[in-house]
């Protein structure tokens, strides 16, 4: 079944390197047939939180507020690329996801965190399952860890060297896990 996946990235540094662990994700899922599309919090630039999209009456949402809540609420699957600033989560991406919820309820998330470092984003993948379960996703058991980011992908996201292949490794068990159960989600919604 050819799933609708949406990959959510939310660094707005200049010379930011998570964009190449969301683009390789993107064609992961691609060669499997489904459809990816990446949701760029930097590209949607949300204001800083105020209103929830949901504490809007209908129809009077921002645009493109209201664009992303329909495009979230489409979807069978989330894929979190989570990088990590002092040891916590990525304000650009924390911010866009706060203003939605219920477009998030009852799929699966997986998450893929990345550093620039050896511990490869462990902490905020840590802190993305909790706020992701609070929002009524369910994050499934397996988990991308690409430390060495810059090293791991190059600027055409495509993998280097033994990380690399470890990625490749990794990202048939993620992509096998999280597609089942958006299948499963999907069927029962
Ligand atoms: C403000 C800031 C804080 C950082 N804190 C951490 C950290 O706690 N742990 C870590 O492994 N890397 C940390 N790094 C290094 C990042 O892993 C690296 O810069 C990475 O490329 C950031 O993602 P981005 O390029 O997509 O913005 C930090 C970088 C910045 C700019």
């Keep these: 079944m050819a799933l609708d996946i949406l990959v959510l ?29 990446l949701v760029d919090a930097k590209a949607v630039d949300l204001p800083m939180l105020d209103l929830r999209h949901s504490d809007y009456p209908p129809g009077q949402a921002p645009g493109a507020m209201a664009k992303l809540a329909q495009r979230l609420s489409a979807a069978d699957a989330f894929v979190f690329v989570a990088g990590e600033y002092n040891r916590g989560l990525q304000p650009g991406l924390k911010n866009l996801v706060d203003h939605y919820l219920t477009e998030f309820d009852r799929r699966p998330a997986g998450i893929a965190s990345y550093s620039a470092g050896r511990f490869a984003g ?30 791991t992908l190059d600027e055409a996201a495509t993998p280097q060297g033994p990380a690399g292949a470890a990625l490749e490794r990794g990202f048939k068990a993620f992509a096998e896990s999280l597609t089942f159960w958006a299948e499963a989600a999907k069927a029962r919604r």
């Design 122 to 151: 462990v902490n905020s993948h840590a802190a993305w399952t909790v706020t992701l379960n609070a929002m009524g996703m369910v994050v499934i058991p397996e988990r991308l860890s690409v430390g060495q980011i810059g090293d």
């Design 9 to 37: 990235y939310g660094s707005y540094r200049s010379h930011r390197m998570g964009i190449r662990l969301a683009d390789y994700l993107i064609g992961g899922f691609e060669a499997l047939g489904h459809r990816a599309e």
